[in-house]
T-cell receptor, first 115, second 112 residues
Framework: GNSVTQMEGPVTLSEEAFLTINCTYT??????LFWYVQYPGEGLQLLLK?????DKGSNKGFEATYRKETTSFHLEKGSVQVSDSAVYFC??????????????FGTGTLLAVQP | KAGVTQTPRYLIKTRGQQVTLSCSPI?????VSWYQQTPGQGLQFLFE???????NKGNFPGRFSGRQFSNSRSEMNVSTLELGDSALYLC???????????FGAGSRLTVL
């Protein structure tokens, strides 16, 4: 079946540190991959996405590359800020016969950035 | 441009009652999906509607149902509430031809 595995948190970093949150997936075919972010008391916001192998999604300094050979989509940022503190979710949409917007999420990784 | 609007934002029910949650998608979006978020199970897909038709359904009991109206607004209903139904229920909409979801702020349901 389809599934997403994320590194467990919390991840605690100092401001300006380098961030990596690991994400691997299991899926049939070629899924689309996403990172969503959830700030306290809010819904989810799309951070970035990639729809095919070797695509790099990027937004607000965050990047992730769709690696088919390792079935991974790790999230990185070169210099985190306190305002990046949130829960980050890796997700996929499976490629099925018909159209779908069904998302399969990982468990989420809490990031806490200290000043 | 207005975002996805969910009502009510917070509600408290008792076991055995039923609840209806509402979602107004972004104008022009015809696909609406619902997700349940709990600390134990994380984010789980409930169902997806497109042009008033259920396109996909997650692995939830029949107590969970939904529908979509001709203006793309959607409702979900949970009958015979159980304590385990306490969760944040998130609605998301997507424009035609693009599998990019915009989420609402959610409806937080507490079952006592």
């Amino acid at each position: 079946g389809n599934s997403v595995t994320q590194m467990e948190g919390p991840v605690t970093l100092s401001e300006e540190a380098f961030l990596t949150i690991n994400c691997t997936y299991t899926a049939t075919g070629y899924p689309s991959l996403f990172w969503y972010v959830q700030y306290p008391g809010e819904g989810l916001q799309l951070l970035l996405k990639a729809t095919k192998a070797d695509d790099k999604g990027s937004n607000k300094g965050f990047e992730a590359t769709y690696r088919k050979e390792t079935t991974s989509f790790h999230l990185e940022k070169g210099s985190v800020q306190v305002s990046d503190s949130a829960v980050y979710f890796c997700a996929l949409t499976p490629r099925v016969g018909g159209a779908t917007n069904k998302l399969i999420f990982g468990t989420g990784t809490l990031l806490a950035v200290q000043p | 441009k207005a975002g996805v609007t969910q009502t009510p934002r917070y509600l408290i029910k008792t076991r055995g009652q039923q609840v209806t949650l509402s979602c107004s998608p972004i104008s022009g979006h015809r696909s609406v999906s619902w997700y349940q978020q709990t600390p134990g199970q994380g984010l789980q897909f409930l169902f997806e509607y497109f042009s008033e038709t259920q396109r996909n359904k997650g692995n939830f009991p029949g107590r969970f149902s939904g529908r979509q109206f001709s203006n793309s607004r959607s409702e979900m209903n949970v009958s015979t509430l159980e304590l385990g139904d306490s969760a944040l229920y998130l609605c998301a909409s997507s424009p035609p031809g693009a599998n990019v979801l915009t989420f609402g702020a959610g409806s937080r349901l507490t079952v006592l």
